[in-house]
């Protein structure tokens, strides 16, 4: 594992309490910070936080709710006092089904979590960071924002949506020391995948020349990159995270 600077640094890590939310978290605190999981499975997130260390903490937190989100942020600053680094790593993929077939109650709430649940974040969070005139945001995006999986016109379009959201705060805040980028990875196996069907996991398996899905570990080591001062020159970004997918 390459070495990180992310010392005496703490970062809000939503959808924290497992996957990719899990392993950025990790790697993060290897990196020498400190991280508070917000998660809709308050008793989930207390365990992976026990998990993680006594650099890590833990709250109960639904991205869709402003008041519970300002609620976090307040919270979390009472605790750790600042907050470096915002990862918005909560999202869910919703059902496989064609447009005509796709619930209505379901697109909805694909996009309240996977877009007003990061907007909310980022709105509540940004404040903070500008005060300090510093800070690193992470989008978690997905290829298939920029291609549109079949039978997955929800998840498609939310992460479609998350790209475009990080350009346009990437380019108000750029005059700041803020910087704002997202990562597109192709699938990576996690529990993610307990929502989706076999054929579809299969069809994005077909899509990626690599033969092999991604890591948690590969999209941690790119994320934990962005949240350091490394990260300096790039803002509004897209990271592509595919196995050879994505060529653009």
């Given at each position: 594992m390459n070495q990180l600077d992310f010392r005496g640094r703490h970062a809000v890590v939503t959808g924290g309490a497992s996957g990719l939310g899990y392993g950025i978290a990790q790697r993060l605190i290897a990196s020498g910070g400190s991280v508070t999981l917000w998660d809709r499975d308050e008793t989930a997130a207390a365990q992976a936080a026990r998990d993680l260390g006594p650099q890590a903490a833990a709250l109960g937190v639904d991205v869709t709710r402003q008041a519970a989100v300002a609620e976090a942020v307040q919270s979390t600053l009472a605790r750790a006092g600042r907050i470096d680094a915002l990862v918005n790593s909560a999202g869910i993929t919703g059902p496989n089904a064609t447009v005509w077939d796709y619930p209505a109650d379901a697109w909805r709430e694909v996009m309240e979590v996977?877009?007003?649940?990061?907007?909310?974040?980022?709105?509540?969070v940004v404040p903070h960071m500008r005060e300090r005139g510093d800070g690193r945001i992470v989008n978690i995006a997905s290829v298939a924002g920029k291609e549109g999986n079949p039978n997955a016109s929800a998840y498609s379009a939310s992460k479609a949506a998350v790209i475009a959201l990080t350009k346009s705060l990437g380019k108000e805040l750029a005059a700041t020391g803020i910087r704002v980028n997202c990562v597109a990875p192709a699938a990576v196996k996690t529990a993610i995948f307990d929502?989706?069907?076999?054929?579809?996991?299969?069809?994005?398996?077909?899509?990626?020349?690599?033969?092999r899905f991604g890591t948690v570990e590969?999209?941690?080591?790119?994320?934990?990159?962005?949240?350091?001062?490394?990260?300096?020159?790039?803002?509004?970004?897209?990271?592509?995270?595919?196995?050879g997918r994505s060529t653009y």
């Open positions: 996977n877009v007003t649940g990061l907007f909310l974040c980022c709105r509540e929502q989706m069907t076999p054929g579809h996991i299969g069809f994005m398996l077909s899509k990626i020349p690599m033969g590969e999209v941690a080591a790119l994320v934990g990159w962005l949240c350091t001062d490394e990260c300096s020159f790039s803002t509004g970004a897209v990271f592509d995270l595919s196995g």
